[in-house]
Every structure is written in C-alpha cells, then in structure tokens.
C-alpha cells in the first residue's frame, strides 16, 4: 500500500517568511509524528498526535512551530517568521494503533531559509 | 534534544565484511528500532526489537536488544554495495508517548 507522503519536498524561503509542510501518513494509521533532521544529524522529536487526544507539542523549539491533524488523518507543520537556523529536513512519520511501536517515515521536505 | 550514543559515526570498509555498530543509553528504553537512511529520502525501518536479550534477524542483518535494556547492537553479514547508508538507531520509552530518541547515525561505505 502507499506509504507516507510528505509535500513539497523541497522548500526554499527568505527570512522571516511563514512555511507550510504538509504530510499525509498510511492509511489506517492513527499516530503521526514530525520530527526534524539537521545536516549530518539524527533526528530530534517535534510533535506527536494520537486519535484525538491532545497533541504531544513537548519537542517543538519555539513557539514560532505548530502542527494540525484535521480528521485524524493529514498533517500540516506550520513555521511562522522562518530563521536560518530552521533550514534542516522535516520528516513524518506514523504508526498504526496498538502495540506495536514501529513508525515508518515519509522522504521528508528539505527547508532551506535563506 | 536527547541522543542516544551510537558509534562508529563512519565506517569504511570492503564488500564482503561484516560490520557491526552499537548504541548505548544512561537509560532503559522498552523498544529499539534499526532504521537505514539513503540521500535524499527518509528513513526505512530494518528492524525492531520488543524484549530484553532479543535476537533478531532480518536477511544479512541481525540485531539484539541488550540484557540491561540500556544498549543494542546491529550487525550486516557479507556486506554489498548497496548497503551504503546512513543507519540509525531508536529507542522508545513508555513514559515518552512512543516517540522514538535517536542516535545520531553510523555512516556506512562499501568499497566493491
């Protein structure tokens, strides 16, 4: 089946300019996650969204960052007035309900602030 | 934000080796995830790991979830070139709302 997908993949911005990065996690699956990748870097956790409890916003680095999940489903991670300090990759990833604690990422979209 | 040590960081070596790399953490973690990252995409689950002392294989590769629960290994047997990559390790906490702590990845080279 179709994996997760992210959008666009590639975005370039000028200082202090507002972004968007969309995700659309597997089918089914009730977990979503973003997490942030830096140049040669591991990943660092941003926000996680279960059904419809409240959003885990514990890994987001400034008020300037917030997440919607409409309908369980499609993500969007929103930067507002972006810094250069922002450009890295943005990867999501999801997971299905239950047990089992596998996520699986989509490509991620490369944010370059310049 | 929190990392798990993860070493080597680069690995150079021949087709046909094995390699081995390894993380370690302060703290006990109840899931551990192998990941492999290629240029320019995202990270593609190898393995994953549920219970203290667990061996797993997956193909060439095997990994296993350390006794303490603070540390975890992967190994590639006859490695090829097409195992170039960047691997990652993650670990997972229940107290953590399953979001995964990563390390900070081992580079890996296969000279054919």
């Known amino acids: 089946g179709a994996g997760v997908s992210q959008s666009p993949s590639n975005k370039v911005t000028e200082k202090g300019k507002d972004v968007e990065l969309r995700c659309d996690p597997i089918s089914g699956h009730t977990a979503l996650y973003w997490y942030r990748q830096s140049l040669g870097q591991g990943l660092e956790f941003l926000i996680y969204?279960?059904?419809?409890?409240?959003?885990?916003k514990s890994g987001l680095p400034s008020d300037r960052f917030s997440a919607e999940r409409t309908g369980g489903s499609v993500s969007t991670l929103t930067i507002q007035r972006t810094q250069q300090e922002d450009s890295a990759v943005y990867l999501c990833?999801?997971?299905?309900?239950?047990?089992?604690?596998?996520?699986?990422f989509g490509p991620g979209t490369r944010l370059t602030v310049t | 934000g929190q990392q798990l040590n993860q070493s080597p960081q680069s690995m150079f070596i021949q087709e046909g080796e094995d390699v081995s790399m390894n993380c370690t953490s302060s703290s006990i973690f109840n899931t551990w995830l192998w990941y492999k990252q290629e240029p320019g995409e995202g990270p593609v689950l190898l393995i994953a790991?549920?219970?203290?002392?667990e061996l797993t294989s997956n193909g060439r590769l095997t990994a296993q979830f350390g006794i303490t629960r603070k540390d975890s290994f992967l190994n590639i047997s006859a490695s090829i070139p097409s195992d170039v990559g960047i691997y990652f390790c993650a670990g997972q906490r229940e107290t953590s709302g399953s979001r995964l702590t990563f390390g900070e990845g081992t580079q890996l080279t296969v000279n054919p």
């Open positions: 969204f279960q059904g419809n409890s409240a959003p885990d």
């Open positions: 790991l549920y219970k203290a002392g």
């Open positions: 990833a999801s997971r299905r309900s239950g047990g089992a604690y596998e996520q699986y």
